[in-house]
């Protein structure tokens, strides 16, 4: 079993960057497709970036695709979302995800971090 570990969140300016980190322990990194999924206050958790096993594939939220770069390290087993140009509305609990084999949906992941909070000040 996999533990996640999510950190970096903090509050910016609209038109920051920031760099969030999902770091994983427990069980074999590479063995895992991760994703980053976020959920704003009263909102349901969606879909950011996923990323699969070996960081060669990378899929993305249309809200995010150009801002936001999915990469992996698997010799760190951490997990990377470069944000860029953020915006009010990306303001969000952010969370990773494992699973074997990627997907872009909340109900197919197996292990969850606690989530990092990033607020987007206007």
């Known amino acids: 079993q996999v533990q996640l570990l999510e950190s970096g969140g903090e509050l910016v300016q609209a038109g920051d960057s920031l760099r969030l980190s999902c770091a994983a322990s427990g069980g074999t990194f590479s063995n895992y497709a991760i994703g980053w999924f976020r959920q704003a206050s009263g909102k349901e958790r969606e879909f950011v970036a996923a990323?699969?096993?070996?960081?060669?594939?990378?899929y993305y939220a249309v809200s995010v695709k150009g801002r936001f770069t999915i990469s992996r390290d698997n010799a760190k087993n951490t997990v990377y979302l470069q944000m860029n140009s953020l915006k009010p509305e990306d303001t969000a609990a952010y969370y990773c995800?494992?699973?074997?084999?990627?997907?872009?949906?909340?109900?197919?992941?197996?292990?969850w971090g606690q989530g990092t909070q990033v607020t987007v000040s206007s």
């Open positions: 995800a494992a699973r074997r084999g990627e997907a872009t949906t909340v109900a197919d992941y197996d292990y």
């Open positions: 990323i699969n096993w070996s960081g060669g594939i990378a």
